[in-house]
């Protein structure tokens, strides 16, 4: 039983287990991980689903050691930053390509078994040549008490570098958020999501508000439209979850940062570590937002070709990964917090 706050009150439900599991992937396969059809027409109806235990044993330690060593070897630059936009304690983004630890979860665990099944690609032509499963990006966050995290959104161009071509369809992408800390509806510190928001007409207005002022207004939902807002709060869902299960969601479910409910209690648990995998099919397409991807300047990427040209910087990772692709070097993307961007972002805010 796991304990889910709903809405404003507290509920309990019941989250069906997988039929089989096995250990990490063999000879550049992911984890094997069978999911029931329960499972997979809840994921269809709200776009959620909670898979308990996604990491465990060994694999779940190592990541815990890899976020922790994230955390304690934060450059100045990043230090600064938080000082001055507290949102996450630490954040790194494409953490697999510098910790061998987040590159097995991300390419070994059964996430990507799991985001084949609910994207529908293992079904496809009888399992002969199906779709193929990418990464399009991952992140690892660390929150504690008094960070502003974020509000309602969904992941902008910046963190999801595709077309709005499937809003609605299994295949849009899915976001595998996997908690590597305790953490509980009372205490506060996990991420709280809107079931059924890829499908809501309201949402679309959201997503259309926060597109019209950039990405800079991505998390301000509350600020740009109220009712938006107070609508997603009324869908509201939040778990007890305990370290190495993950909640995955539609690429456009709307959530947001679980708050700590006590700030005081809240630091007395520390950081709450949390990793983000952002998987697609291999056919979605890519949208080029003003340079912001290495990919489009080395791969020559447009908007509209399929991300599998991407190569290495969108690498497969089911039915099998590529070594040629998971263990060659990339250009990093401006994304990693250095002093530069942070001029860059202290020059724009003294602009406007």
């Known amino acids: 039983m796991i304990p889910i706050r709903h809405g404003h009150s507290l509920v309990l439900a019941i989250t069906i287990t997988c039929c089989s599991l096995v250990t990490s992937g063999v000879h550049g396969k992911p984890a094997s991980w069978e999911l029931s059809s329960e499972q997979i027409a809840t994921f269809r109806r709200e776009g959620v689903l909670v898979i308990p235990g996604l990491l465990r044993d060994k694999e779940l330690q190592d990541a815990i050691r890899a976020v922790k ?3 304690r070897s934060q450059n100045l630059a990043q230090r600064v930053f938080y000082r001055l936009f507290p949102s996450y304690k630490s954040l790194q ?16 665990s059964a996430a990507p078994t799991i985001c084949a099944q609910l994207m529908g690609l293992s079904c496809e032509n009888n399992n002969n040549n199906p779709r193929c499963v990418r990464l399009l990006k991952d992140a690892v966050l660390g929150y ?8 309602w959104h969904v992941d902008d161009k910046i963190f999801w570098p595709c077309e709005d071509r499937n809003v609605g369809k ?4 899915i976001n595998v958020w996997i908690t590597l800390s305790p953490v509980s509806c009372a205490e506060g510190g996990g991420l709280a999501v809107a079931p ?7 949402a679309k207005r959201a997503r259309q508000v926060i597109a019209s002022k950039g990405h800079v207004t991505t998390n301000l939902l509350e600020t740009l439209d109220p009712e938006c807002h107070e609508k997603m709060e ?3 869902r939040v778990y007890d979850l305990e370290p190495g299960d993950a909640i995955v969601h539609d690429r456009y479910i709307f959530h947001r940062a679980y708050p700590f409910v006590d700030p005081i209690e809240g630091k007395k648990a520390g950081v709450k570590h949390r990793i983000s995998l952002r998987y697609v099919p291999e056919d979605a397409t890519f949208f080029d937002l003003a340079g912001k991807e290495r990919a489009a300047e080395v791969k020559m990427l447009s908007t509209g070709d ?12 089911w039915p099998d990964s590529l070594p040629e692709e998971r263990g060659k070097k990339v250009l990093e993307d ?8 942070l001029l860059k972002i202290l020059r724009n805010k003294k602009k406007k």
């Open 306 to 317: 399929k991300i599998s040209k991407g190569g290495e910087y969108y690498p497969q990772t």
């Open 196 to 202: 059924g928001s890829h499908r809501k007409r309201f």
């Open 334 to 341: 401006e994304n990693d917090i250095s002093f530069k961007l």
């Open 234 to 236: 009324s869908l509201k």
């Open 144 to 151: 504690r008490a008094g960070d502003r995290g974020c509000g």
């Open 93 to 108: 983004f494409q953490s697999w390509r510098k910790h061998r630890a987040l590159e097995k979860v991300a390419f070994d």
């Open 69 to 71: 060593r994230i955390q």
């Open 170 to 173: 299994p295949d849009a992408g």
